[in-house]
């Protein structure tokens, strides 16, 4: 009798995004049980562990908009043999690089020191909040990223795909109308 194949391991975070491309992922539906048989979710939304291990893809939603996305992206990038870049945040900045045409220090004030109720009156500068970067950066600024997911968010069926793709051994490939560029 053949041995059962190994599960892949996955690992999945959200840096500077929404959670709309796990929402996303999470749409492929009934897909979840294949994908449950073929393999093991290491740091994810879906579990509770703090840290990725060593995994064998890495699924990134969201840019890079302060010092924790920094440090949790480059150990996904030591820990996963595949990065992913998924969604429009994660491969141009997205939503959040909206604000990298406006000075930082006058964006904090305005939000924080203008209106009632918020930050009483001073910028929040806990030691424990992670500083903010003067910029939001697309994630391939700061690593090597394998491949990129277009789309805001990409569909369940194109991570589907890509998945399916990725752990069959095959080089991954959308057709045209799984390509979201909005
Ligand atoms: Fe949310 Fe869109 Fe960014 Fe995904 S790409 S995290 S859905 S804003």
């Not at 190994?6 to 294949?34: N, Q, W, Y």
């Not at 998924?86 to 406006?102: E, K, S, Y």
């Not at 789309?151 to 109308?177: H, N």
Request: glycine share 8%; proline share 8%; aromatic share 6%.
């Amino acid at each position: 009798m053949n041995a059962p194949r190994p599960k892949v391991r996955i690992a999945t975070t959200s840096l500077a995004g929404c959670f709309g491309c796990h929402m996303s992922f999470l749409d492929i539906d009934e897909h979840l049980f294949e994908l449950v048989e073929l393999a093991e979710f290491d740091r994810s939304p879906l579990t509770d562990i703090k840290h990725c291990g060593p995994c064998d893809i890495g699924l990134i939603e969201g840019g890079v908009c302060n010092a924790e996305n920094v440090h949790v992206l480059r150990e996904f990038r030591r820990n996963c043999k595949t990065l992913i870049a998924v969604g429009a945040c994660a491969i141009n900045g997205g939503l959040p690089a909206q604000r990298n045409h406006l000075d930082l220090e006058a964006c904090l004030r305005e939000v924080y020191m203008s209106r009632e109720g918020l930050g009483e009156g001073g910028v929040p500068n806990d030691p424990e909040l992670p500083l903010l970067l003067d910029k939001v950066r697309p994630i391939h600024e700061l690593v090597r990223i394998d491949y990129f997911i277009p789309g805001c968010p990409p569909s369940g069926e194109a991570i589907w795909k890509f998945l399916t793709d990725l752990i069959a051994g095959r080089t991954p490939r959308l057709s045209y109308p799984m390509m979201h560029f909005d």
